[in-house]
């Protein structure tokens, strides 16, 4: 994944910045910022690296999956797609898992530098971007913009997967603008990203029509347009095909999801997916960028409309995919919205920077200057009031501290020794049966469920699980923090699954972990 997206950027490096020409956008300043950009990119680079390795942290539940899957495929065996309560499947996250498996344990922490490394290129392929459709001022505006946003810096650390598929996208706007139309080079890049998240097969088949529709300045030829058309149609084509071999279902993925988001309460209406769009953009963006967003659209097609159509036509067509896919029954969680999120950095960029493409001296330019250190002020000022980056910290120590903590847990002496005897290893819930499995190198996750899953299975007149736990087992137990990090965290976390049953015998005992058996 950030192989993918480092490509685009180096792709996007090489080409020379277009020269100003007779029209407005002979305002435009490009100067000689290429040199400084490239050693501002290498800086940032360096701090990420220097980052990583003081702040070590592990995946988050679907990356761990990913790299569960990828292991299973690299060891020939067949992934299991049906595990309780399992994310959906992401075809290049499970291409990349397999690539950091073959680094053993440590392939855990590589699936995080790359999901840094992705953050990295979108850095650097947003100022890329911003700079093609506006000057190198709106381009650097844009950069810090994301380089400031917390939320995703965040997500990053913990390796999700979206960040990979944000700079794909953004790879992808920005080969646009360099050549508008130019077909596979921007579908192959949606379609790396459609591996990823299914929204991108939306803005993928909306890019095929604004290159395969006849214009009076386009006339693609049959064999072009069906060959576009392949490239576009890879990505659902190859998800479908991985489900079908998997599980025996093509949709499998699609109805396992929407069954999911119905038994965690992630589902709702479309009045409440609307507004959730307010909601979840202030806590990416926050409110000031959300404001300069707003504003800069209109701001951004007035001063250069052309320049303005591959991201303002990006940035529509992911929030239509993702109020429709939330209409549907989808999850809607805020994540899905960080592709149309990240592109309204653009534009709140040019909120601040865009004045630098007016005359200088005119009234107009002033004006807007003005109103920008007005909207970067009030910006600085509810950071400082709402930004702790204790508590940022402290979160990243708590993924660190909770993963070795379980590590340090399940290869105890003690707990080894019961595990033997009784192999059979139980959790609260859902949240730490990856991280157990990766920890102890298993070829399937039979002999690791969820306390939950077995209340659940009882509910329903079904006793089996909930035999087997009685009949022997070792049992995990957070305590601490980690109790609301990893036992009570979704709708069906029972406080009772925290509790050890009658008959089982404290063995170990940490910070954040006991453990407990029922071995006779």
């Keep these: ?128 971007l911003g700079r093609l459709c506006f000057g190198p001022l709106v381009g650097l505006g844009a950069a810090l913009l994301l380089l400031t946003r917390f939320f995703l ?63 009076h300045t386009n006339r693609p030829t049959a064999r072009r347009s069906a060959q576009l058309l392949a490239i576009a149609l890879s990505a659902p084509v190859l998800w479908s095909l991985v489900d079908a071999i998997v599980t025996g279902s093509a949709t499998y993925s699609l109805h396992s999801t929407a069954g999911l988001a119905a038994e965690l309460e992630r589902t709702q209406g479309l009045t409440n997916v609307v507004a959730s769009v307010w909601t979840y953009g202030v806590r990416i963006d926050k409110l000031p960028v959300l404001l300069g967003g707003v504003i800069g659209v209109p701001l951004a097609v007035w001063l250069a409309p052309r320049q303005t159509r591959a991201p303002l036509g990006a940035f529509v067509v992911l929030l239509a995919a993702y109020l429709l896919e939330g209409a549907a029954g989808a999850s809607v969680i805020d994540r899905y919205l960080l592709g149309a999120s990240t592109l309204l950095l653009l534009f709140c960029a040019v909120a601040i920077g865009g004045w630098a493409m007016l005359e ?38 708590y993924h660190e501290d909770f993963h070795k903590g379980l590590a340090t847990a399940l290869s105890n002496r003690a707990v080894k020794r019961e595990l033997r005897h009784c192999p059979l290893l139980s959790l609260p819930n859902n949240k730490l049966i990856p991280d157990a499995r990766w ?74 972990y006991a453990v407990y058996a029922n071995c006779s």
């Design 360 to 397: 200088p001296g005119s009234a107009l330019r002033r004006t807007w200057m003005v109103g920008a250190i007005a909207l970067v002020a009030f910006g600085v000022s509810t950071a400082a009031s709402t930004v702790s980056l204790t508590s940022l910290r402290t979160t990243l120590a």
């Design 153 to 215: 810096e965040n997500l990053a650390a913990q390796g999700y997967l979206d960040i990979s598929y944000i700079a794909l996208i953004i790879g992808a706007v920005t080969l646009e603008v360099e050549r508008p139309r130019r077909g596979p080079p921007v579908l192959i890049a949606l379609a790396a990203a459609g591996l990823l998240r299914p929204e991108a097969w939306v803005l993928s088949g909306a890019y095929w029509l604004w290159c395969a529709v006849p214009t």
């Design 1 to 128: 994944m950030p192989f993918a997206a480092g490509a685009l950027l180096m792709h996007s490096a090489t080409l020379e910045s277009p020269r100003p020409g007779a029209t407005l956008l002979a305002r435009l300043r490009y100067g000689d910022s290429g040199t400084w950009a490239r050693l501002a990119f290498a800086v940032m680079c360096a701090l990420a690296l220097v980052g990583y390795f003081a702040y070590p942290t592990y995946p988050t539940y679907d990356s761990f999956y990913a790299l569960l899957w990828g292991r299973d495929v690299l060891h020939l065996h067949m992934p299991d797609f049906h595990v309780y309560r399992g994310p959906t499947e992401h075809p290049l996250a499970i291409a990349f898992g397999a690539l950091c498996s073959l680094f053993g344990q440590g392939g855990a922490r590589l699936m995080v530098l790359g999901s840094i490394a992705s953050f990295a290129a979108a850095v650097g392929l947003l100022y890329r």
């Design 439 to 512: 920890i102890l190198n298993t070829v399937s996750q039979k002999n690791i469920v969820a306390r939950s899953e077995a209340r659940a299975d009882v509910e329903h007149h079904k006793h089996s699980l909930a035999n087997r736990l009685r009949a022997g087992s070792v049992a995990v137990f957070p305590l601490g923090a980690a109790v609301f990090f990893e036992a009570i965290v979704d709708v069906g976390d029972n406080p009772r699954d925290q509790v050890p049953p009658p008959g089982y015998r404290r063995i170990y005992t940490s910070r954040y």
